[in-house]
């Protein structure tokens, strides 16, 4: 065939075939895409693993040095052998308002096993005071004006934050972030066993 006969596609068109495999190539690299991103947003979606992993964990708990809402002083050393759940808090955090009373509840069904002391984050004592009224929460609710004991604990912002520490004064658990009560029963019933009877 001469070469007058030959027929070579229009200019500014591509053969059909490298059309066909650009697109191909575009949604295979789209679909990888996809994948990645769900995998990598899983965790999130299951509520966040199990809380045994942080910066904390397996290390000796930072000093806690706090009053109350009656000034008593409160640290590590008054859970007495019993599992302490350190938690901060603030009245202006949604998530932190939601959990508090399943908090309360479990404070009561494993009594003398458990302390928890719930550090509010650097709020108006008055404030405080009238949120735990209103929430009828029992345990102690602790006051961190200048944030030292928070930044003691903490390398970053965000409330609320949940420690657990057993009675050699380690942290066994830590969950930055809201607990679902369900998920708060289960860390405690791992930890220490179901609630008395």
Do not use: K
Request: hydrophobic fraction near 45%.
């Amino acid at each position: 065939m001469s070469a007058r006969g030959a027929q070579s596609p229009p200019l500014g068109r591509r053969p059909r075939r490298a059309r066909r495999s650009s697109l191909v190539w575009t949604a295979g690299i789209l679909v990888v895409a996809i994948a990645l991103a769900v995998l990598a947003f899983v965790p999130l979606l299951r509520g966040g693993g199990t809380g045994t992993e942080g910066t904390l964990v397996g290390q000796a708990a930072p000093a806690i040095s706090a009053d109350d809402l009656t000034g008593r002083r409160w640290t590590l050393s008054d859970g007495g052998g019993r599992l302490v759940w350190v938690n901060f808090w603030a009245t202006s955090c949604e998530p932190c308002r939601t959990e508090m009373p399943a908090m309360q509840r479990l404070a009561e069904a494993y009594g003398d096993r458990l302390l928890i002391l719930g550090l509010d984050w650097g709020e108006e004592r008055s404030s405080v005071a009238g949120f735990a009224r209103r929430y009828a929460i029992g345990y102690p609710i602790l006051l961190d004006p200048t944030l030292g004991n928070f930044y003691r604990w903490a390398s970053g912002t965000g409330l609320p934050r949940h420690y657990f520490v057993d009675d050699r004064g380690r942290v066994v658990r830590e969950v930055i972030g809201p607990l679902a009560p369900a998920r708060m029963a289960a860390i405690l019933s791992d930890l220490i066993g179901p609630p008395s009877a």
